[in-house]
């Protein structure tokens, strides 16, 4: 709970103790009650009049609950996107922290490239990565999306038994967790020839990436930017094939503020952290995204992921 001069955290005995040790100025609250006595007795305490609540992170059975408890006239005040607008700029020890997250990866992705073979399926390629992830003592920011052949028309295709074929091309979207940081990149691994329409599709996705990843800087439009790849992408009449947002800020969450989505009303600024992934998915056939990271910087965005 956040007020004009204190600022409480709220939490059960379970995370306690661990949060005074790292909280530093933050009051830490053990509650002893439901969640929702505790922020009641909290605005009772401190004579509250307005409280305002994420009502994008409330339950409605919560919210109930909460109206319940409070024992004094309290306005509630429902609010969002408060916390996320903060987190969308990060602070260098913010991105040193992404910026270890993806060290990792790169070193995973350098690992992949020594164990997708023909003959292997899908799961046995996740079963090695995750003992390679932990033997390095790391962990994933989300499960990661193995998707060979045909899957890989599923933008967010699920890990199969499907073994991998001679020619075929595997998609690997995964992402480290540093301190709680998150990276999320998305490589393609070609296995033997490479047909025609594969690498027209890849070249296309690759040049709509770096179109976007170019217009990039403080001041521009998020939207803008998804248009510049997916403008692109329609002159090359691929348009109809990319079927997601652009990108999407990361930091403690995988997605987070601001979307680069058509939709998006959010403006660039120094210091967000970006992933710009477009994507081409022919169905029944094969799908090709190809996601780095970048760092809005004065002079436009720094890509953080680089060539692996
Ligand atoms: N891995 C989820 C995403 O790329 O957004
Ligand atoms: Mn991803
Ligand atoms: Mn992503």
């Known amino acids: 709970m956040i007020l004009p001069r204190h600022v409480y955290y709220l939490t059960d005995s379970r ?80 991105v040193a922290a992404i910026r270890k997250a993806l060290c990792f990866h790169n070193e995973c992705y350098q690992y992949l490239k020594t164990i997708i073979r023909p003959g292997q399926a899908e799961h046995q390629i996740l079963e090695k990565l995750e003992r390679f992830v932990l033997r390095h003592q790391q962990i994933f920011s989300f499960p990661p999306i193995i998707a060979s052949g045909p899957n890989s028309c599923l933008p967010h295709a ?68 998804d248009s510049c790849a997916r403008n692109f992408l329609k002159e090359k009449k691929l348009g109809a094939y990319f079927s997601h947002s652009l990108g999407h800020g990361i930091g403690l969450e995988v997605h987070e503020k601001p979307g680069l989505s058509p939709r998006s009303p959010s403006v660039l600024e120094k210091g967000m952290v970006l992933t710009v992934e477009p994507g081409v998915y022919i169905p029944g056939r094969f799908g090709v995204r190809i996601e780095d990271m970048v760092l809005v910087t004065s002079q436009g965005a720094k890509v953080l992921s680089g060539l692996i």
Not at 192 to 214: D, F, N, T, W, Y
């Open 15 to 94: 995370y306690s103790l661990d949060a005074r040790r790292h909280f530093g100025r933050i009051n830490v609250v053990e509650c002893k009650k439901s969640a929702f006595d505790s922020v009641a007795d909290l605005v009772s305490k401190r004579k509250v009049h307005s409280l305002g609540f994420d009502e994008r992170h409330l339950v409605v059975v919560s919210f109930r609950r909460l109206k319940k408890a409070l024992t004094r006239k309290v306005r509630l005040i429902g609010t969002q996107g408060l916390i996320e607008n903060i987190r969308a700029v990060k602070r260098e020890n913010e």
């Open 158 to 225: 699920r890990i199969s038994d499907r073994k991998i074929k001679k020619n075929d091309l595997v998609l690997v979207d995964m992402g480290i967790e540093v301190n709680g940081y998150k990276s999320d990149l998305t490589r393609m691994f070609f296995l033997g020839k490479i047909p025609h329409l594969v690498r027209e599709v890849c070249e296309a996705v690759a040049q709509a990436q770096r179109l976007a990843i170019a217009q990039i800087k403080p001041g521009v439009l998020a939207k803008d930017v």
